[in-house]
């Protein structure tokens, strides 16, 4: 079972991107999904999250009205879509699969927010 991130890259500030993050050898609907993030000489940050009992999404704040997460379970892959992007958001992204005690955590993606 694993977690691949994609989608990261440089962006100049204002920017968008949309990070992917597929999953295989289990099934992301039986799982709560959650991107975090993490800058150089900074703490890992929970950046948003989306449940798989009633759809509940949360955000961070620092990113509250400019990113977005969603899933498709079809496609058995969950995305994070930022838009208005700072350089304080340059950080490597992660996704991360949690039913219980079972978790998984992808290999990350770098996002470079830069100009």
């Known amino acids: 079972a694993q977690l691949v991130e994609s989608g990261g890259g440089l962006v100049q500030p204002g920017g968008s991107l949309r990070l992917s993050c597929a999953a295989s050898?289990?099934?992301?609907?039986?799982?709560?999904m959650r991107w975090y993030r993490q800058a150089p000489g900074k703490e890992h940050e929970l950046v948003a999250f989306?449940?798989?009992?009633?759809?509940?999404?949360g955000y961070a704040d620092s990113v509250k009205g400019r990113f977005t997460i969603s899933r498709d379970d079809a496609k058995n892959t969950v995305y994070l879509q930022m838009n208005i992007l700072r350089p304080e958001d340059t950080a490597m992204y992660y996704c991360?699969?949690?039913?219980?005690?079972?978790?998984?955590w992808g290999q990350g993606t770098q996002v470079t927010v830069s100009s």
């Open positions: 991360h699969a949690r039913d219980g005690p079972t978790r998984y």
């Open positions: 050898g289990f099934g992301i609907s039986s799982y709560g």
């Open positions: 989306s449940t798989n009992t009633d759809g509940t999404t």
